[in-house]
C-alpha cells in the first residue's frame, strides 16, 4: 500500500506560479512512476505530466514549457512545479503512483484544488 498527500493548492493570479508537492509513505517510493493529473469541473481527469523510476518525463500539450515535474526519492515526494499558470489550469490536481512491474498497483492522492483567477 501507498499512501499519497499532496499540498501546495491554492488561490494564485494568471501569470502566478505555484508548486504541488506529493509526499508518499508506505511502500518503496522508487519503484513507482509518478503523475499528476488534473480534474476540472465537467471534465474527465487528465495527465498533466509523469515521471518514471528512471527521471524520464513527458508533459501534457497543454502545460509544456511551464510546467515542471520532478522527484526526490530520498524525500518520497513529487513535485510539480506551474509556471505561468492560466486560468484554465483551474482544477483538482491529483497525484498518482504506478508500479510498472507486476503487479502494477495504483493509488492516488486525495486532490488539491488549484485556482487561477483575477
Known amino acids: 500500500q501507498v499512501q499519497l498527500v499532496e499540498s501546495g493548492g491554492g488561490l494564485v493570479q494568471p501569470g502566478g506560479s505555484l508548486r504541488l508537492s506529493c509526499a508518499a509513505s ?5 519503484i513507482y512512476n509518478m503523475g499528476w493529473y488534473r480534474q476540472a469541473p465537467g471534465k ?3 495527465l498533466v ?4 523510476t528512471g527521471g524520464s518525463t513527458r508533459y ?8 515542471t515535474i520532478s522527484r526526490d ?3 518520497n515526494t513529487v513535485y510539480l512545479q ?3 499558470l492560466k486560468p484554465e489550469d483551474t ?3 491529483y497525484c498518482n503512483a504506478r508500479q510498472p ?3 502494477h498497483n495504483d493509488y492516488w492522492g486525495q486532490g488539491t484544488q488549484v485556482t487561477v483567477s483575477s
Open 26 to 30: 508506505g511502500s518503496i517510493f522508487s
Open 44 to 46: 474527465q481527469r487528465g
Open 49 to 52: 505530466s509523469f515521471i518514471t
Open 60 to 67: 501534457a500539450s497543454s502545460v509544456k514549457g511551464r510546467f
Open 73 to 75: 526519492n530520498a524525500k
Open 82 to 84: 506551474m509556471n505561468s
Open 91 to 93: 482544477a483538482v490536481y
Open 101 to 103: 512491474a507486476f503487479p
